[in-house]
């Protein structure tokens, strides 16, 4: 998979000659707030600007954004592919009042695999790496606004325990948590750019429970 760890807002970004990344990153913008109102009447141009360059580069870009639905703040992370819109996913927890919560998270089936996508805080959750896996993601990427030491460690953990590589790209910072536990690559640099391959690693996990007979 290459994958390109970009900065700014998608109608900025200039895509160099011979470079063809599958997957196109950028973080969670917080002071970027989309109404979806004006994106419907064609006001902005948020959403469409993100699917014009998937289309452009033939890659799958996620871009994060506050979004409003009639003054309803979430933080939400935008897929599209091919020109399209995937999907929106919003964060399905709120650890502030200044924010709402989203209904459910979601797996995108993409021509570069499926891809499990966490909204900033809800890294912080384990059940939704959990469900996210549980439902077949190859792929859990990650949208936040600022790189902090202890992301490191928690993308680590997932990666080995969950056994799927996390991707998280954030202000100034790319970074890829390998299943076995190291960092596969990280770069405080942006535009930053990576090619990545791994295999799935699954295991099988026996109990023994007293008192129970087939």
């Known amino acids: 998979m290459q994958i390109e760890f970009l900065s700014g807002l998608p109608n900025e970004i200039q895509q160099e000659k011979g470079n063809a990344p599958e997957l196109l990153l950028f973080p969670f913008m917080a002071s970027t707030r989309v109404r979806y109102e004006q994106e419907l009447k064609g006001e902005t141009h948020y959403f469409e600007n993100l699917a014009l360059l998937s289309k452009k580069t033939n890659a799958v870009a996620i871009c994060g954004y506050i979004t409003d639905n009639h003054g309803h703040l979430r933080k939400s992370a935008v897929v599209a592919e091919k020109g399209k819109l995937l999907g929106i996913?919003?964060?399905?927890?709120?650890?502030?009042?200044?924010?709402?919560?989203?209904?459910?998270?979601?797996?995108?089936?993409?021509?570069?695999?499926?891809?499990?996508?966490?909204v900033a805080e809800d890294l912080y959750f384990p059940e939704v790496i959990q469900h996210l896996v549980s439902c077949g993601s190859d792929w859990i990427i990650c949208l936040f606004s600022k790189m902090e030491h202890i992301h490191t460690a928690i993308l680590r953990a997932y990666a080995y325990c969950y056994g799927v590589p996390l991707v998280m790209c954030a202000q100034n910072y790319g970074m890829i948590a390998d299943p076995s536990g190291s960092i596969a690559f990280g770069s405080p640099s942006k535009p930053a750019t990576c090619s990545y391959i791994y295999q799935s690693e699954y295991r099988l996990v026996q109990t023994r429970k007293r008192g129970m007979r087939l």
């Open 89 to 118: 996913s919003d964060t399905v927890h709120s650890m502030d009042s200044e924010v709402s919560v989203g209904a459910s998270l979601r797996v995108y089936d993409t021509t570069k695999g499926r891809l499990g996508v966490v």
